[in-house]
C-alpha cells in the first residue's frame, strides 16, 4: 500500500503534516506517489522548510508577490506535475513558507496540495505550542506525525522539540519516561488539536521496524485510537525512502 492511499489522500485534498521525527519524508514520498499516479501536487509549508528537502519535490518556486507566484506556479505544475512554493529563500538552507490564505488560493492549480505546518528542529516528538500548526482554512486532513523511537525515551532536549510544552500537554515532566500514554496525547490533543471541523484526521508513527518496535507502535496506536482517532499507519520512514507502510 502507498502511503497516500493509506492515508486517504485523493484530488480536491489539502492536507496538512504537524509533529515531528518525519514529516518532510512524508511529504516527500506523498508527492512522488501522487506523480507516479499522475496526479499533480503542490508542497506548500507555512513555516519553512529545508531546501535540501524541497529540492527532492522538485522546481522551487518564491516570490513576496502572490499574483507573481500564483503565475509562475501555475507554469511551473504544468511542466513538472510537482513543485515547491515559498515566500522567499531565508537563508542558505531553507524557505521561507507562504500565508496560509495564500495556499487556499493556490490549491485550484494542482489535484493535492501537501503542506508543512509547523517545525521540529529533527526532534523524535514535540510539544505543539498555541500558534501551531499553521494551517489554510482549506485543509481537508491533518497528519500529526511521531517518531516511535521517542517511546521510552526522558522528556528532554535531546528528545522533545519543546519539552516544557510536551509536559503541559500529556502530564508527563521534566526528565520522566515518554509512555505511549503521554505520545499520543501529544499527538491527538498537540499536533491535531486545532482540526478544522470537518476536516478528518490521521497519524503516522515513523521509525517502524519489523520485531520490538513494531510491538512499541502498535501499543501507541491503542493509545491514539482510545483518543478518538482511528487512522494510524506506521511507516519505515525517515530511516528508509520510501517507506514501508504497514497498518496495526
Keep these: 500500500m502507498k502511503l497516500y492511499e493509506a492515508l486517504g489522500i485523493a484530488s480536491g485534498d489539502v492536507v496538512a503534516f504537524a509533529g515531528a521525527g518525519g514529516k518532510s519524508s512524508a511529504i516527500l514520498d506523498i ?39 500564483r503565475e509562475q506556479v501555475e507554469r511551473a505544475v504544468a511542466d513538472s506535475g510537482v513543485v515547491v512554493v515559498g515566500s522567499a529563500l531565508i537563508s542558505k538552507d531553507r524557505i521561507g513558507g507562504i500565508e496560509p490564505g495564500w495556499a487556499d488560493s493556490l490549491k485550484t492549480l494542482a489535484d493535492v496540495v501537501l503542506v508543512e505546518a509547523d517545525g521540529a528542529r529533527r526532534r523524535l516528538i514535540k510539544g505543539t505550542a498555541e500558534y501551531e500548526p499553521v494551517l489554510p482554512g482549506s485543509t481537508t486532513l491533518v497528519v500529526a506525525v511521531g517518531n516511535v523511537h521517542a517511546l521510552g525515551e526522558p522528556v528532554d532536549e535531546e528528545h522533545v522539540h519543546r519539552p516544557e510544552i510536551f509536559s503541559e500537554i500529556t502530564g508527563v515532566g521534566a526528565g520522566h519516561t515518554i509512555t505511549a500514554d503521554a505520545f499520543a496525547r501529544a499527538l491527538v490533543l498537540g499536533s491535531l488539536g486545532k482540526t478544522p471541523e470537518g476536516a478528518r484526521k490521521a497519524v503516522i508513527l515513523t521509525g517502524v521496524e519489523p520485531g520490538l518496535i513494531m510491538s512499541d507502535a502498535s501499543l501507541i496506536a491503542r493509545s491514539i485510537w482510545s483518543l478518538g482517532v482511528q487512522n494510524v499507519i506506521l511507516s519505515s520512514l525517515p530511516d528508509e525512502r520510501p517507506g514501508h507502510v504497514w497498518m496495526p
Excluded: R, Y
Excluded at 35 to 47: R, Y
Excluded at 57 to 66: C, R
Design 31 to 69: 508527492a512522488a506517489e501522487l506523480k507516479e499516479n499522475g496526479l499533480a501536487a503542490l508542497v506548500a509549508p507555512t513555516t519553512k522548510m529545508f531546501i535540501e528537502e524541497a529540492e527532492q519535490v522538485g522546481p522551487i518556486i518564491t516570490s513576496e508577490d502572490f499574483a507573481e507566484l
